[in-house]
């Protein structure tokens, strides 16, 4: 009766250990899912780069912390149209430099630009402007919208058309929009709409889902003999910020599900397992011997 009753015990540790180890492990995706909805924007701020100039020939871009003097990204062959992915960057003041694609990154800059990147921000630098005038503007993007509806905003990229019209069928983005230009962002209602965009000799359109909680970009762009119209999905509820670009893209936000590291619980459980077996194993050995 004294072996069975400490076999007894120790099979209802062993019991209760598998029970622990299945509870955890049907808990890590739950811990997963709950960082990647707090995680996108608890900790960081978002940078994306774009290249919105028509006759400025391809660049290579560079960031550049003040805490490093090497540049943190780089990104070459960038062309016209071309708007990255976010970026996730920590909180600081950064520089924004751009060069001819190829030159040597120890040449000087074709220009450059500053901007200050805060946590649970986000922001878009473009390069805009004819060659001749070209800057770098810093734009502060949406991040939320009203629930039931989404937030858009319009950018002017052509210069073929310096000036342009864009509208839904009951709704009125800007009128005459100036070449290298932004409007602010606007709440609409969720739903499909046909967006237009008119110059004084070439139109294009673009059916654009505005799906509750998103934000949108619509870039006006000099395409190959027309005018052309990109919708870009900016972020969708308060959460995710997509891997969306148009023309090459590059670079990005690798948006990640992984949670809390459950490897100091695999330890702790396996250790209480083995000890229960190695238990288990000399009580068998000493009823041996008495027998």
């Not at 290579?60 to 540049?71: G, I, K, Q, T």
């Not at 070209?134 to 905003?153: C, E, F, I, K, N």
């Not at 967006?195 to 909680?213: I, K, P, T």
């Amino acid at each position: 009766m004294r072996l069975i009753r400490p076999r007894y015990a120790i099979a209802k540790g062993l019991i209760a250990s598998a029970a622990v180890a299945s509870l955890f492990a049907s808990a890590a995706p739950v811990f997963a899912a709950a960082h990647a909805r707090t995680a996108p924007f608890a900790h960081t701020g978002y940078l994306r780069l774009a290249h919105l100039s028509p006759n400025t020939p391809p660049v290579d871009v560079y960031l550049y912390s003040l805490r490093n003097p090497r540049a943190e990204v780089v990104l070459h062959h960038v062309s016209y149209g071309t708007v990255s992915k976010y970026l996730p960057t920590q909180a600081g003041t950064y520089t924004v430099a751009m060069r001819a694609a190829g030159a040597a990154p120890t040449s000087a800059p074709v220009l450059s630009t500053g901007v200050t990147v805060k946590v649970g921000r986000a922001y878009t630098v473009a390069g805009m402007g004819p060659k001749a005038g070209l800057r770098l503007v810093v734009m502060d993007d949406q991040l939320t919208a009203p629930t039931g509806h989404s937030m858009v905003r319009v950018i002017q990229a052509s210069m073929r058309e310096h000036l342009v019209t864009v509208r839904t069928k009951t709704h009125l983005f800007g009128r005459n929009l100036i070449f290298a230009s932004a409007t602010p962002f606007e709440s609409l209602p969720r739903g499909s709409y046909l967006v237009r965009a008119d110059g004084s000799s070439e139109a294009a359109s673009d059916q654009v889902a505005l799906r509750s909680g998103t934000i949108h970009t619509l870039v006006v762009l000099d395409g190959r003999g027309h005018l052309k119209l990109v919708d870009l999905t900016d972020a969708v509820g308060a959460t995710t910020l997509p891997a969306t670009a148009p023309a090459t893209g590059f670079g990005g936000l690798a948006a990640s599900a992984a949670g809390p590291s459950l490897l100091p619980w695999a330890i702790v459980i396996s250790a209480g397992l083995l000890l229960a077996a190695v238990g288990l194993a000399s009580l068998r050995r000493s009823r041996r011997q008495q027998a």
